[in-house]
């Protein structure tokens, strides 16, 4: 069983950066691929990044690439999405994944809670 929970959320002018955060519980984390996923009002739920726990690869949504970078910290079961050069359209519910599927959106094992960003222009 693992847990996730989100912080780092907020409002942020166009161009403005971010960091999300995602404290999960679980003797298992180090064993999960990590994901993060988000969710604008009245979209479908959307990949943005993800990270595999074996090889540390990394892998990112075609609107997000170049401008976002996860990490993680396995000593501090931590996932880490740093946004940089932010948009309006990056305005959503931002979600932390754990998985063991390759890739991570054949599906997600568990879910936090979300953390909300908003974009101002």
């Known amino acids: 069983q693992v847990q996730l929970v989100e912080s780092g959320g907020g409002s942020v002018q166009a161009g403005g950066s971010l960091r999300l955060s995602c404290a999960a519980s679980g003797r298992t984390f180090n064993s999960y691929n990590m994901a993060w996923f988000r969710q604008a009002p009245g979209k479908e739920r959307e990949f943005v990044a993800s990270m595999y726990w074996d090889s540390g690869a990394t892998d990112y949504g075609d609107s997000v690439k170049d401008r976002f970078t996860i990490s993680r910290d396995n000593a501090k079961n931590a996932v880490y999405l740093q946004m940089s050069s932010l948009k309006p359209e990056d305005t959503a519910v931002y979600y932390c994944?754990?998985?063991?599927?390759?890739?991570?959106?054949?599906?997600?094992?568990?879910w936090g809670k979300g953390t909300l960003v908003t974009v101002s222009s």
């Open positions: 994944a754990a998985t063991h599927y390759y890739p991570v959106t054949r599906g997600i094992d568990y």
